[in-house]
């Protein structure tokens, strides 16, 4: 135990740095440390999936929406007239049945459908507002016809008064083809109305 004590005291009075290194390796080792210390870290790269995961993607631009222009609409209307005078002439030919048959009035119903869309969705006062004055004229005139067509069936009390709705709306709707694509054609040029006259006839010639 005495010699035990004795060593460990002559241990503690050496310094540390002495027992770990020989006094020549010393001096290199501590500027191998400080060079160490002073030298900058190289960044860590990052892995592939690390890349992936924080790469980051611009959004796209919205795709902006393309305005309603509200024009009155003359060849929907040209639509549903055709489609009213074509319900009217079937609903004539069940005449026999009587003005209060099924298959008479499920056509004059289609009839008041197609002219109440056409007078609140079609030829609204502002889409009549933002037509071309030309076409105007036609779309307006349209939108009294329907309004009396309308009235016409609302009231209608017999299958004679049927045949002449059905004769009527037949006639204004080819009276209304007639106008709409003349002045059409008449806006794009004077070679093309005449190619479309020679087609539909000139005007005048009703």
Same mark, same amino acid.
């Given at each position: 135990?005495? =010699?035990?004590?004795?060593?460990?005291?002559?241990?503690?009075?050496? $310094?540390?740095? !002495?027992?770990?290194? $020989?006094?020549?390796?010393?001096?290199?080792?501590?500027?191998?440390?400080?060079?160490?210390? *002073?030298? $900058?870290?190289?960044?860590?790269?990052?892995?592939?999936?690390?890349?992936?995961?924080?790469t980051i993607t611009t959004?796209?631009?919205?795709?902006?929406?393309?305005?309603?222009?509200?024009?009155?609409?003359?060849?929907?209307?040209?639509?549903?007239?055709?489609?009213? *005078?074509?319900?009217?002439?079937? *609903?004539?030919?069940?005449?026999?049945?009587?003005?209060?048959?099924?298959?008479?009035?499920?056509?004059?119903?289609?009839?008041?459908?197609?002219?109440?869309?056409?007078?609140?969705?079609?030829?609204?006062?502002?889409?009549?507002?933002?037509?071309?004055? =030309?076409? !105007?004229?036609?779309?307006?005139?349209?939108?009294?016809?329907? /309004?009396?067509?309308?009235? +016409?069936?609302?009231?209608?009390?017999?299958?004679?008064?049927?045949?002449?709705?059905?004769?009527?709306?037949?006639?204004?709707?080819?009276?209304?083809? /007639?106008? =709409?694509? !003349?002045?059409?054609? +008449?806006?794009?040029?004077?070679?093309?109305?005449?190619?479309?006259?020679?087609?539909?006839?000139?005007?005048?010639?009703?």
């Open positions: 135990m005495v =010699w035990l004590n004795i060593i460990a005291n002559l241990v503690n009075r050496i $310094p540390l740095e !002495r027992v770990l290194f $020989p006094p020549r390796d010393r001096a290199k080792a501590l500027e191998e440390f400080a060079a160490t210390m *002073a030298a $900058p870290v190289a960044p860590k790269e990052a892995s592939p999936e690390q890349k992936t995961a924080t959004p796209e631009p919205p795709v902006p929406q393309q305005e309603d222009i509200a024009t009155a609409c003359v060849p929907c209307a040209l639509g549903h007239f055709s489609r009213s *005078a074509g319900a009217l002439n079937e *609903a004539v030919r069940f005449k026999n049945e009587g003005i209060t048959s099924n298959d008479v009035l499920d056509r004059i119903a289609s009839v008041l459908e197609e002219q109440n869309t056409l007078e609140r969705f079609d030829l609204t006062p502002e889409k009549l507002q933002r037509t071309p004055k =030309w076409e !105007r004229k036609i779309a307006e005139e349209a939108l009294q016809e329907s /309004r009396r067509l309308r009235h +016409r069936l609302e009231g209608i009390t017999g299958i004679e008064e049927l045949e002449q709705a059905a004769a009527d709306a037949a006639g204004y709707y080819k009276k209304m083809n /007639r106008q =709409w694509y !003349r002045g059409r054609f +008449r806006h794009l040029g004077g070679e093309k109305a005449e190619a479309i006259s020679r087609r539909i006839g000139r005007p005048g010639e009703e």
